[in-house]
């Protein structure tokens, strides 16, 4: 199944955020998804397919704000990107979900940008999935930097439970210098790219104890 934003133009040196919601793509059954995959033209900074409850139609594309969040089974700020999962694993759609797209494009250059994005949706051959996936989406709103100096901003938080770590990444604006994430000492992921930062991968897939371990990610900030 493909998910497709409706068409939108980004003027030059113009900033937009598009959200548009899906019903169930798949007739409103529960779907097991082996792997996600996505493409976007040029300009985008990144995009997030969120879960949505009590969506029973397609809705067309809408405004919306960059400090929405929810549940997501998928993400990413790459022109073309996809995330497979291992053998007996999936991203699971409940019936009473549907989907909801969230693209932040950038225009830079000094002529309209004509945005293109799509999700596809790889279904897992019935009876195989014996393990169903998530994703730890960890945000800190709260960065509070004066003008014309530097900052470091940090966060904690618990591992809500033992889990098998397969891919991660950041996620930074310009003014970010550098970022890095660890888990309980052991650094899991770190990157000086604000913009289209290449994912660690796992394979074989990294195991995490939850409860009392504490991951920490650190960004450094230049503010001009």
């Known amino acids: 199944v493909t998910l497709t934003l409706s068409p939108f ?9 598009k959200c548009q919601n899906f019903k169930n793509p798949f007739g409103g059954a529960e779907a097991e998804v082996a792997r996600f995959e996505s493409h976007m033209t040029a300009g985008s900074h990144h995009m997030l397919l969120f879960y949505k409850k009590s969506v029973t139609e397609d809705a067309p594309l809408e405004d919306c704000s960059g400090l929405e969040f929810a549940a997501t089974p998928y993400s990413t700020q790459l022109p073309d990107d996809e995330l497979g999962f291992p053998d007996g694993v999936a991203g699971l759609l409940s019936p009473d979900r549907g989907l909801r797209i969230q693209s932040h494009y950038l225009n830079v250059t000094d002529k309209p940008i004509e945005a293109h994005v799509e999700v596809k949706l790889h279904l897992a051959k019935p009876g ?3 393990e169903h996936a998530g994703i730890l989406f960890v945000v800190e709103p709260s960065i509070n930097i004066a003008p014309n100096s530097t900052g470091v901003v940090q966060h904690d938080c618990g591992v809500p439970y033992d ?6 990444t950041s996620h930074m604006h310009k003014h970010g210098t550098a970022f890095s994430a660890t888990i309980a000492g052991e650094t899991v992921f770190e990157t000086n790219t604000w913009d289209d930062p290449k994912p660690a991968l796992f394979d074989p897939v990294k195991a995490v104890k939850g409860n009392a371990i504490v991951p920490t990610y650190v960004l450094e900030y230049l503010l001009g």
């Open 9 to 17: 133009t980004v003027p030059p040196g113009g900033e937009v955020y």
């Open 128 to 130: 195989t999935v014996k």
């Open 163 to 168: 889990m098998n770590l397969i891919k991660a």
